[in-house]
Each structure stands twice: as structure tokens, then as C-alpha cells.
């Protein structure tokens, strides 16, 4: 079982720059891809950004420039840096650890945090 557990939401003006981060129960980094979604009022669930075991990241199309996604292996911890934020952008975001294998998809969530940009 993984725990993932998010923090540094918050409210933020237009232009401002938030940075989120994800701390797992555990050592995860090397055999499950990390991913921040988010999902606004209304609408479904969005993927924002992700890094895979082998440190490669990938980011929708949106946020390439704005967000950058890293992790810290030695603190468990995942960050999303948040720049140019726009009024768009508020959502509850999430934190992810997805595992794929033979003998199935292993997926966990964070209880998500809250970011409002508004001014």
C-alpha cells in the first residue's frame, strides 16, 4: 500500500507561482511513474504533469513552460513548480503512483489540495 499525501496549495494571484509536493510512505520512485492530475469544478480529472521511473517527464500541452514536475528520491517527495499561474488553473490537484506489470496496474492517490488563483 502507498500513501501519498500532498501540501502547498493555496490561494495565489494571477502571475504568482505556487510549488506543491507529494511525500510517499516510502521508497517508490524507482518502480512506479509519479504524476500530478488535477480537476476542476465540473469537469473531469486532467493529467498536468508526470515522471517515470527513469526520470523522464512529460507534461499536457497547457502547462509545458509554466509547471515543472521533479522529485527528491533521498526525501520521497515529488514537486510541482507553478509559474504564470492563470485563473484556469484553480482545481484540487493530486498526486499519483502508477505501477503496471503482469499481473495488473497498481494505482494510488493523494487526498489532493487546493489551489485557487484569483486576485
Known amino acids: 500500500q502507498v500513501q501519498l499525501v500532498e501540501s502547498g496549495g493555496g490561494l495565489v494571484q494571477p502571475g504568482g507561482s505556487l510549488r506543491l509536493s507529494c511525500a510517499a510512505s516510502?521508497?517508490?520512485?524507482?518502480?512506479?511513474?509519479m504524476g500530478w492530475y488535477r480537476q476542476a469544478p465540473g469537469k473531469q480529472r486532467e493529467l498536468v504533469a508526470g515522471i517515470t521511473s527513469g526520470g523522464r517527464t512529460n507534461y499536457t500541452d497547457s502547462m509545458k513552460g509554466r509547471f515543472t514536475i521533479s522529485r527528491d528520491t533521498a526525501k520521497n517527495t515529488v514537486y510541482l513548480q507553478m509559474n504564470s499561474l492563470k485563473p484556469e488553473d484553480t482545481a484540487v490537484y493530486y498526486c499519483?503512483?502508477?505501477?503496471?506489470?503482469?499481473?495488473?496496474?497498481?494505482?494510488?492517490w493523494g487526498q489532493g489540495t487546493q489551489v485557487t488563483v484569483s486576485s
Open positions: 499519483n503512483a502508477e505501477k503496471r506489470g503482469t499481473g495488473g496496474t497498481w494505482s494510488y
Open positions: 516510502g521508497s517508490i520512485f524507482r518502480i512506479y511513474t
